[in-house]
């Protein structure tokens, strides 16, 4: 597939100025990773689109300075930028890259301005979950830094409840119930799937409970406890 | 809708968004190609293009005019975007027949 073959180019092109030290993937293409990090498991879906979403950590404390629109039009990525539905991301026939922050207290800024990367990061709640719980691994001769799979899962769970758009909440809800089958198969991913989960807020616990009591009973007798 | 249709769905509108983006980044730059000319042993360059069937020709200056080097840069970037452009019609295409077979 083609976008396989960008978002690796991506990935190289980050490598090489040092960002992938900051940078977390997230989204879509994290099953993509996952796949490959637990040995091609087939119980892994693979429901990855055009958009690749990077994390930035909040504060951006960050090891090494970039231009990332520079890094990025050497790929042929032109920024789209517009205010008028909220978007600043990198287009390309096979791909689309997005920088995303979490969003902290009561902020209701949309983008957060991040000056040693020269871009606009796409503030939302919930990242937090991911940022706090991340893990780097080895792929494809590179090191790179994604959520641990139960964070992405618990994070799935809680952000299908808030969606506007049904059909990506839908979309949500349906990698979420998959991962879950996978990862309650491992002894070790539901030991980790127990301890974020009690890490969490009262609030998040809440929505994800809402969500697993109807869409995965032996995820939910586990969280019970 | 399954989710696999619903995800190719999903890209459709994306490539349909992307080629109104491509079309309004091109209309920003200048069309045409750069001719060069040499004159009494000087190279001069100029911007050819078509306009109502006819093709007009600009002066742009010498190798070193910081004029025709703009322009060379928005024909060249012109022409990466219509590139993106065809690719993107290409994927949009695909996207449509996929969705199509399903129906």
Redo the contacts between chains.
């Keep these: 597939m083609q976008s396989d073959k960008i978002f690796i180019k991506v990935l190289n092109k980050f490598n090489e100025s040092g960002l992938l030290d900051d940078l977390i993937l997230i989204g879509g293409w994290c099953l993509f990773v996952y796949r490959e990090y637990y040995n091609n498991s087939i119980l892994i879906p693979l429901?990855r689109?055009?958009d690749l979403d990077l994390l930035i950590p909040n504060p951006p404390k960050l090891k090494h300075t970039a231009d990332i629109a520079l890094l990025l039009n050497e790929l042929?990525f032109?920024l789209?930028y517009n205010l008028m539905n909220n978007s600043y991301k990198f287009?390309?026939?096979?791909l689309?890259v997005e920088f995303l922050m979490n969003q902290k207290g009561k902020g209701n800024d949309d983008f957060y301005e991040v000056r040693a990367l020269s871009v606009k990061a796409v503030q939302l709640r919930y990242l937090g979950l991911l940022e706090n719980n991340s893990i780097k691994v080895k792929f494809h001769d590179l090191f790179l830094n994604i959520p641990e799979p139960a964070a992405f899962t618990l994070h799935k769970y809680i952000i299908s409840g808030r969606r506007k758009n049904k059909?990506k909440a839908?979309?949500d809800l349906?990698t979420a119930k998959e991962m879950s089958d996978f990862l309650l198969t491992q002894e070790e991913e539901r030991i980790k799937i127990i301890r974020i989960f009690k890490s969490l807020p009262a609030g998040w616990k809440k929505s994800i409970f809402d969500a697993v009591k109807q869409e995965h009973e032996e995820l939910f007798e586990l969280l019970k406890g | 809708m399954s989710t696999l249709m619903d995800i190719i769905n999903e890209e459709k509108n994306r490539l349909e968004k992307l080629l109104i983006f491509y079309d309004k980044e091109i209309q920003k730059l200048p069309k045409g190609f750069i001719s060069r000319k040499k004159i009494n042993g000087n190279i001069y360059y100029y911007r050819c293009y078509r306009k109502d069937n006819s093709v007009k020709t600009i002066y742009l200056g010498t190798e070193k005019s910081d004029n025709f080097n703009k322009i060379q840069e928005q024909i060249s970037e012109r022409r990466k975007l219509e590139h993106l452009k065809r690719k993107t019609k290409e994927n949009l295409l695909e996207a449509k027949r996929a969705l199509r077979a399903e129906r």
């Design positions: 429901k689109t055009t042929d032109r789209d287009v390309h026939p096979d689309e059909i839908e979309k349906e």
